[in-house]
């Protein structure tokens, strides 16, 4: 079977669980050497390069708190030295920014602290890695930022949330312009409701329920459904494909 990926390098932030396993997985499965980030749960992340390995494929873990101050520098210094060992060399040629936060905290009880973790997590961390990944990335490379439904139609019961989602796509289309000239692409992937444990929410029968009658496509998403989009931004076929926001969620709230 083609293996389209066969000699990139890959990284994925928040990739021990959840979409960002499933992104891990499908990059490997194409034949890319997936570096699986990780927050604190190592051994998450060691199941997920347990599964890409058992499948056939290549990747390793490193660890970082993004919401720490030295997160970036610590996630790419652990990057840098296991490419040296493994490549000789520490370039890169996919980055997908898919680490994130949601806190279920509401309007009125968002506090500064709760505001500044998901600001530095979901936007401080993605510009400055996106920074960092730009200097490694090979000329053709691929970034891939996981934004969200809630910038289009935002969840009031998580605003802080929907409010620092949006910044994404805007970088994102900044990015492409930028980093258009050395023939790398920039899209963002926008879903909606996943089944994963930050979706832990849609197990009540009546919330799934109310999700699904606003969709064109009636059944709850996978992080399967999300991995494949970014498996095609990731490979040569979206080479004319950049600063989209390409929404996978179902057709969700196409009309009022």
Same mark, same amino acid.
């Given at each position: 079977m083609a293996r389209p990926l066969e000699g990139k390098v890959a990284l994925v932030t928040g990739a021990s669980?959840? #979409? %960002?396993?499933? #992104? +891990?997985?499908? =990059? +490997?499965?194409?034949?890319? &050497?997936?570096?699986?980030?990780?927050?604190?749960?190592?051994?998450?992340?060691?199941?997920?390069?347990?599964?890409?390995e058992a499948a056939g494929g290549k990747a390793f873990a490193v660890g970082a708190n993004l919401a720490a101050s030295d997160g970036v520098t610590t996630l790419y210094a652990a990057l840098d030295k296991e490419l040296q060992a493994r490549n000789g060399s520490t370039a890169l040629d996919i980055l997908v920014n898919n680490a994130g936060i949601a806190p279920?905290?509401?309007?009125?009880?968002?506090?500064?602290?709760? =505001?500044?973790? #998901?600001?530095?997590?979901?936007?401080? $961390?993605?510009?400055?890695? $996106?920074?960092?990944? +730009?200097k490694r990335l090979r000329d053709g490379g691929r970034i891939v930022n996981i934004s969200s439904g809630v910038v289009r139609t935002p969840f009031v019961d998580v605003a802080a949330y929907s409010a620092l989602k949006a910044p994404l796509?805007?970088?994102?289309?900044?990015?492409?312009? =930028? &980093? %258009?000239?050395?023939? #790398?692409?920039?899209?963002?992937?926008?879903?909606?409701a996943i089944e994963t444990d930050m979706g832990a929410f849609l197990k009540d029968p009546a919330v799934a329920e109310g999700i699904k009658s606003k969709q064109a496509l009636k059944r709850i998403g996978q992080a399967e459904d999300i991995a494949d989009v970014v498996g095609f931004l990731a490979g040569l076929e979206s080479r004319w494909?950049? %600063?989209?926001?390409?929404?996978?969620? %179902?057709?969700?709230? =196409?009309?009022?």
């Amino acid at each position: 079977m083609a293996r389209p990926l066969e000699g990139k390098v890959a990284l994925v932030t928040g990739a021990s669980r959840g #979409i %960002g396993r499933a #992104i +891990a997985e499908r =990059l +490997a499965a194409d034949g890319a &050497l997936v570096a699986v980030h990780y927050g604190s749960n190592r051994g998450a992340a060691d199941e997920t390069v347990g599964s890409i390995e058992a499948a056939g494929g290549k990747a390793f873990a490193v660890g970082a708190n993004l919401a720490a101050s030295d997160g970036v520098t610590t996630l790419y210094a652990a990057l840098d030295k296991e490419l040296q060992a493994r490549n000789g060399s520490t370039a890169l040629d996919i980055l997908v920014n898919n680490a994130g936060i949601a806190p279920f905290v509401s309007f009125e009880d968002t506090t500064e602290e709760v =505001l500044d973790e #998901i600001y530095a997590v979901n936007v401080r $961390s993605v510009f400055f890695i $996106s920074q960092q990944g +730009a200097k490694r990335l090979r000329d053709g490379g691929r970034i891939v930022n996981i934004s969200s439904g809630v910038v289009r139609t935002p969840f009031v019961d998580v605003a802080a949330y929907s409010a620092l989602k949006a910044p994404l796509d805007n970088l994102t289309k900044t990015l492409a312009v =930028l &980093l %258009g000239p050395r023939g #790398i692409t920039v899209n963002a992937v926008s879903p909606g409701a996943i089944e994963t444990d930050m979706g832990a929410f849609l197990k009540d029968p009546a919330v799934a329920e109310g999700i699904k009658s606003k969709q064109a496509l009636k059944r709850i998403g996978q992080a399967e459904d999300i991995a494949d989009v970014v498996g095609f931004l990731a490979g040569l076929e979206s080479r004319w494909v950049t %600063g989209q926001v390409i929404e996978a969620s %179902g057709g969700s709230a =196409l009309t009022f």
